[in-house]
Structure formats: structure tokens, C-alpha cells
């Protein structure tokens, strides 16, 4: 059984830094997608940032230049998200998604339990 496990996050004052971290756990061949979403009090869930296999990167525009991205391929698959100059409206519910191959032909998505971040004035 394949299960993500999230670090990080809390209470911050807005221009300062976080660091969320989120681990796969279980058996698995291969993680194609690692994202972080996010969900504000009323708001819809929305996708922060993503990274493929291969690297590459993608940012919701709300948060280019001040978050990164990162992943780690090794066996205990990991996905890094940096924060950098936090603003209040960064403040949210931070979850992170995992494309993973496991038994099957076809990928299935795995989330984390979910992370606050508060981002005060």
C-alpha cells in the first residue's frame, strides 16, 4: 500500500519561509507527476506547482520566483517545496499529489493528508 506522508508547514509572518516536504512510502515501480495543491478557506483547491519525471517544472502564477519545486528519485521518493517570501494569501491547506506506477498498467494519483500553512500580516 502506497502512502504519502507530509512535513512542514505552520505559522508564519508574511515575507518569511517555509520548506514542505512530502514522502512516498510502500512498494511502487516508478512516480511520474509530483504536485503540491493547495485550498484556501471558500476557495477551490489549485495546483501550486508540478514537476515531471524528467525535471521539469511548472508554477501557478500567484507563486513563480518565490517557490521551488523539487524531487528526489531515490528509492524513498520525496517531493520538495520551498516558499520563499510567503504572503498572506499564500495561507491554505497544502496537499501533495503523486502520479504513481504500482501494480498496474495505468498510474494511479496519491495524495498527502494535507498540511496548514498561515501566513500572517
Known sequence: ???LVESG????QA????RLSCA?????????????YR????KQRELVAVISAEGNT???DSVKDRF?????????A???????????????????????YADGFYPIDYWGQGTQVTVSS
Open 68 to 76: 521551488t519545486i523539487s524531487r528526489d528519485n531515490s528509492k524513498n
Open 78 to 100: 520525496m517531493c520538495v517545496l520551498q516558499m520563499n517570501s510567503l504572503k498572506p494569501e499564500d495561507t491554505g491547506v497544502y496537499s501533495c499529489n503523486f502520479r504513481i
Open 24 to 36: 512516498a512510502s510502500g512498494s511502487f515501480k516508478s512516480i511520474a507527476n509530483m504536485a503540491w
Open 9 to 12: 508547514g505552520g505559522l508564519v
Open 39 to 42: 485550498q484556501a478557506p471558500g
Open 1 to 3: 500500500q502506497v502512502q
Open 15 to 18: 515575507g518569511g519561509s517555509l
Open 58 to 60: 511548472h508554477y501557478a
